[in-house]
Nanobody, 124 residues
Framework: QVQLVESGGGLVQAGDSLRLSCAAS????????WGWFRQAPGKEREFVAS????????WNADFVKGRFTISRDNAKNTLYLQMNSLKPEDTGVYYC?????????????????WGRGTQVTVSS
């Protein structure tokens, strides 16, 4: 079983930056997707960004618009989400997740493992 632990959330002002981290327990896979998702109060969980192993290819939700960057440190087995130019609408709980099975990588229902989330609050 994979264990994921998010950190780095907090309360910031619009325009500020945060870097979220997701530490994963050591485990090897043939091929998988890391993903960041977020969920605002009363809203469905939505896709933010994903990165594939072993290709290193990344995908971003349209609302990111160059503001967020997903990356990984393979040696540390850690996933990151650098968030710049934060907006109030970015507020929510951010989750990291791992998909090792088939299905759409933008669909949270297709991910196999989840962290417990870290709160990001952006004030105006």
């Amino acid at each position: 079983q994979v264990q994921l632990v998010e950190s780095g959330g907090g309360l910031v002002q619009a325009g500020d930056s945060l870097r979220l981290s997701c530490a994963a327990s050591e485990r090897t896979f043939r091929s998988y997707f890391w993903g960041w998702f977020r969920q605002a109060p009363g809203k469905e969980r939505e896709f933010v960004a994903s990165i594939n192993w072993p290709s290193g290819n990344t995908w971003n939700a349209d609302f990111v618009k160059g503001r967020f960057t997903i990356s990984r440190d393979n040696a540390k087995n850690t996933l990151y989400l650098q968030m710049n130019s934060l907006k109030p609408e970015d507020t929510g709980v951010y989750y990291c997740a791992l998909k090792i099975s088939g299905g759409d990588y933008t669909d949270y229902r297709r991910y196999n493992y989840w962290g417990r989330g870290t709160q990001v609050t952006v004030s105006s």
